[in-house]
């Protein structure tokens, strides 16, 4: 690997809590609290108990309480695991510019190797920041790839980083982990899940992370993976269209931490949705004639805004639907997790009124999120254009208040939650799992 990959992982297998601003601080806690409280709905979203199931029985027992279960796995089992539930109902945070889930890749890499290792809540916490950064910055160097949804595809990268640091493997190790992590990486076909409706999309970054957890282990043994995992002539950055590998370097190694940069989301549905959805809360759904959505032209905005139909997986089809979506904001006057479950999911008033809305992608194409315009006609002949900017975002972020509500949908204790998020970088090994007890006693 090259000079300036050499002193980013250098960077990284060192990286502590120390190194965070207190904005950073903050932004880490609310994440992972963020994280671990949609986590415990998770059991209950389509094709994840089955999912769970086989961690559980096929895939032996380990030192690693899965949280919101009863089940003790080896670290990459219990860290796959715990990435669906926190992937479960498309309700994590996002990386809006560099399009990536990041909570769902770092956290269980974290949490699961630093149980079975007896590491500290420090430690997991500074895995967490290194796990996002990684995926982050990754995602931005490459850029949008046909057929690839970067947080599949690039999560074993993600995972790796994060194990890695909590183990505190030093440069040479930390970059093993990274390079054996590289097979499991950027594959052009995770978006076909998308294109299917299935609901195995919930699952694709628990393959990632199991893939990544299980190099750095390798790495923490001795096993030497390819050094220039990044920049080699087949690293994960000749992915890149202009091959301008000092241009990727600048984005790189530029100062600063991605865990102040991710978006949390206010609706349980692919991120694309959401703008769209924030406009129209409030407006009246009586009487509303045809409504059109304008949202960026581009190959993601494509995959929402198409007319609903039903193909097969009802939860998958609605969360990346703008029309169902929208249709449903307007006559439930909310988006929520009831949204994706019966009566709400198939009310037939909801998939007529979607017949209505239009989306139109004439708005100019741009990298990440974009705000959306609506325009909604009524039979009387009112008319009214409402807009919304991307709601969630670092630039107009979830009140606290907002954040504690979406975790107590989710959970039956949230300050438990809320209060092992805030404290765990101070958090001894034993405390650390002491802490997690309290929440995995407590069965959504």
């Given at each position: 690997?090259?000079?300036?990959?050499?002193?980013?992982?250098?960077?990284?297998?060192?990286?502590?809590?120390?190194?965070?601003?207190?904005?950073?601080?903050?932004?880490?806690?609310?994440?992972?609290?963020?994280?671990?409280?949609?986590?415990?709905?998770?059991?209950?979203?389509?094709g994840v108990a089955d999912?769970?199931?086989?961690?559980?029985?096929?895939?032996?027992?380990?030192?690693?309480?899965?949280?919101?279960?009863?089940?003790?796995?080896?670290?990459?089992?219990?860290?796959?695991?715990?990435?669906?539930?926190?992937?479960?109902?498309?309700?994590?945070?996002?990386?809006?510019?560099?399009?990536?889930?990041?909570?769902?890749?770092?956290?269980?890499?974290?949490?699961?190797?630093?149980?079975?290792?007896?590491?500290?809540?420090?430690?997991?916490?500074?895995?967490?920041?290194?796990?996002?950064?990684?995926?982050?910055?990754?995602?931005?160097?490459?850029?949008?790839?046909?057929?690839?949804?970067?947080?599949?595809?690039?999560?074993?990268?993600?995972?790796?980083?994060?194990?890695?640091?909590?183990?505190?493997?030093?440069?040479?190790?930390?970059?093993?982990?990274?390079?054996?992590?590289?097979?499991?990486?950027?594959?052009?076909?995770?978006?076909?899940?998308?294109?299917?409706?299935?609901?195995?999309?919930?699952?694709?970054?628990?393959?990632?992370?199991?893939?990544?957890?299980?190099?750095?282990?390798?790495?923490?043994?001795?096993?030497?993976?390819?050094?220039?995992?990044?920049?080699?002539?087949?690293?994960?950055?000749?992915?890149?269209?202009?091959?301008?590998?000092?241009?990727?370097?600048?984005?790189?190694?530029?100062?600063?931490?991605?865990?102040?940069?991710?978006?949390?989301?206010?609706?349980?549905?692919?991120?694309?949705?959401?703008?769209?959805?924030?406009?129209?809360?409030?407006?009246?759904?009586?009487?509303?004639?045809?409504?059109?959505?304008?949202?960026?032209?581009?190959?993601?905005?494509?995959?929402?805004?198409?007319?609903?139909?039903?193909?097969?997986?009802?939860?998958?089809?609605?969360?990346?639907?703008?029309?169902?979506?929208?249709?449903?904001?307007?006559?439930?006057?909310?988006?929520?997790?009831?949204?994706?479950?019966?009566?709400?999911?198939?009310?037939?008033?909801?998939?007529?009124?979607?017949?209505?809305?239009?989306?139109?992608?004439?708005?100019?194409?741009?990298?990440?999120?974009?705000?959306?315009?609506?325009?909604?006609?009524?039979?009387?002949?009112?008319?009214?254009?409402?807009?919304?900017?991307?709601?969630?975002?670092?630039?107009?972020?979830?009140?606290?208040?907002?954040?504690?509500?979406?975790?107590?949908?989710?959970?039956?204790?949230?300050?438990?939650?809320?209060k092992l998020a805030t404290?765990?970088?101070?958090?001894?090994?034993?405390?650390?799992?002491?802490?997690?007890?309290?929440?995995?006693?407590?069965e959504s």
């Amino acid at each position: 690997m090259g000079e300036p990959g050499r002193d980013w992982v250098a960077a990284l297998s060192m990286a502590g809590e120390a190194d965070l601003s207190d904005r950073e601080r903050t932004a880490l806690a609310v994440l992972i609290a963020d994280a671990l409280g949609i986590a415990g709905a998770g059991r209950t979203a389509p094709g994840v108990a089955d999912a769970l199931s086989c961690w559980e029985n096929d895939l032996g027992t380990g030192a690693v309480r899965l949280p919101w279960t009863r089940a003790s796995l080896p670290a990459p089992a219990a860290a796959a695991a715990l990435a669906a539930l926190i992937h479960a109902w498309d309700f994590d945070d996002t990386h809006d510019s560099a399009v990536v889930h990041t909570s769902c890749v770092a956290l269980p890499s974290a949490l699961a190797v630093a149980l079975a290792h007896g590491r500290s809540g420090a430690d997991a916490a500074a895995g967490v920041v290194a796990g996002v950064q990684v995926l982050a910055r990754v995602a931005a160097a490459i850029g949008g790839q046909r057929g690839m949804i970067r947080t599949a595809a690039l999560g074993a990268l993600g995972a790796a980083a994060a194990a890695a640091r909590t183990l505190g493997l030093d440069e040479e190790r930390f970059t093993s982990a990274l390079g054996l992590a590289l097979p499991a990486t950027g594959s052009a076909m995770t978006r076909q899940v998308v294109a299917e409706g299935s609901p195995a999309k919930r699952l694709q970054p628990s393959l990632a992370v199991q893939a990544g957890v299980s190099a750095a282990l390798l790495a923490n043994r001795g096993v030497r993976g390819p050094m220039s995992w990044l920049d080699g002539d087949y690293g994960i950055l000749a992915l890149r269209e202009d091959g301008d590998s000092a241009a990727a370097f600048a984005g790189i190694r530029a100062p600063g931490w991605e865990i102040a940069q991710l978006s949390l989301k206010p609706y349980p549905a692919c991120r694309y949705t959401h703008a769209a959805i924030d406009a129209v809360l409030g407006a009246r759904a009586e009487g509303l004639d045809t409504a059109v959505v304008h949202v960026p032209a581009g190959q993601a905005y494509a995959l929402v805004a198409r007319p609903f139909q039903w193909r097969g997986q009802p939860v998958a089809d609605v969360q990346f639907s703008i029309p169902w979506l929208v249709a449903a904001a307007l006559r439930e006057g909310r988006v929520d997790l009831s949204s994706l479950r019966e009566p709400v999911l198939t009310d037939p008033e909801i998939e007529r009124l979607a017949a209505r809305i239009h989306v139109e992608q004439d708005l100019p194409a741009q990298v990440g999120m974009a705000p959306a315009e609506v325009d909604l006609r009524y039979v009387d002949g009112t008319t009214m254009r409402r807009h919304a900017e991307m709601p969630g975002s670092p630039a107009h972020p979830l009140t606290i208040e907002q954040v504690e509500a979406k975790i107590a949908a989710c959970v039956p204790d949230p300050a438990a939650v809320s209060k092992l998020a805030t404290g765990l970088a101070g958090l001894g090994a034993g405390e650390l799992r002491a802490a997690l007890s309290t929440i995995d006693t407590q069965e959504s």
